[in-house]
């Protein structure tokens, strides 16, 4: 989910913990127990700091070890722990167990989109990623507004918050469903002996999909709206040559990092005078007829890599800008 939801839920988190009287009867201890839920909420991404360093390193992390059991684990004691260190006086196991539920819920929340996480390492690298949730849900972060104003007014935040969340279990049932009825479209269009992988990706819009599908031979990009399917690409599927010049390329730490996390993708290459360039394209995020998630390395005649780059780029031009290979 983004930042904003996951705050969002903290909050409500917070205010579901009155229903242990112990916090609703002492004032410093709900507020230690709401700063718990709020930074337990946000604690797994603080891996965003990793981008300062590069993107093949955030891309490597992000959602990865930050989000799995060890550091789960972590957060909920680390949090608790230095609440206590400021409100010695305050009972430990409520500071942690409102903590680390709100860590918790934040990665439980986070493997329903597109993107996901590694939530069950050390035991699976295994990206979890649902798919049927877009990353900020505009029903959700209302339903949340609403019972910030029906606490607002009154309203006991448990009866509140237990209520939407109720419901909101009931929007993904919803959504879940909407995505198993396009997954059989595909599959019926296919053939199930076809098919070895479908991905779906929500967006903002409820009646808008984002769709790659993985066939034997081929490579599709289709679009759903109000759950009519549209092919809007097919590439065939190639796979990657056993060469020495692919091998270079995977041994760059930004193609490494991009084919660590996509689970879908095509690959091509331009040849020119001193050099190679290969682009490795995710095919999960198609954006008006863009495909923004890439990674590219250019790789000299002597099989030395030039510069390379991953991330999100939107145009050609920037794409260039971060390849520019100065003339000796």
Excluded: C
């Amino acid at each position: 989910m983004d930042t904003g939801t996951h705050i969002a839920m903290g909050v409500a988190l917070g205010g579901i913990a009155t229903i242990d009287p112990t916090i609703h009867d002492n004032p410093v201890l709900f507020g230690a127990v709401m700063v718990g839920t709020i930074v337990g909420s946000h604690a797994p991404d603080f891996d965003t700091v990793l981008k300062l360093k590069n993107n093949a390193v955030y891309l490597r992390h992000h959602r990865g070890i930050t989000h799995s059991i060890p550091l789960v684990i972590f957060w909920g004691f680390f949090i608790s722990s230095l609440l206590y260190i400021a409100v010695p006086n305050s009972p430990y196991f409520t500071l942690w167990r409102w903590t680390a539920l709100a860590v918790v819920i934040h990665v439980f929340v986070d493997i329903f989109n597109a993107y996901g996480t590694q939530a069950l390492r050390p035991f699976s690298n295994r990206w979890i990623a649902l798919g049927f949730i877009n990353t900020f849900d505009p029903v959700i972060f209302v339903a949340h507004l609403i019972g910030f104003g029906l606490w607002g007014i009154g309203l006991h935040p448990t009866a509140v918050f237990l209520s939407i969340y109720g419901l909101l279990s009931l929007y993904y049932l919803k959504r879940y469903w909407q995505k198993r009825v396009l997954e059989h479209k595909l599959l019926l269009y296919y053939g199930e002996n076809e098919v070895e992988g479908i991905y779906t990706s929500p967006t903002i819009k409820q009646s808008i999909w984002r769709l790659a599908v993985t066939t034997k031979n081929s490579f599709y990009v289709a679009r759903a709206i109000d759950g009519n399917i549209q092919i809007v690409h097919q590439f065939p599927r190639v796979p990657l040559p056993n060469n020495k010049l692919i091998a270079t390329a995977k041994t760059d730490k930004n193609v490494a990092a991009f084919l660590s996390f996509s689970s879908v993708y095509r690959w091509e290459m331009v040849e020119y005078e001193n050099y190679k360039e290969i682009r490795f394209i995710d095919l999960r995020y198609r954006s008006k007829d863009h495909y923004p998630f890439v990674a590219v390395v250019k790789i000299s005649n002597n099989l030395d890599i030039l510069n390379s780059y991953t991330g999100w780029i939107f145009s050609e031009d920037k794409l260039q800008d971060k390849l520019l290979i100065e003339d000796d």
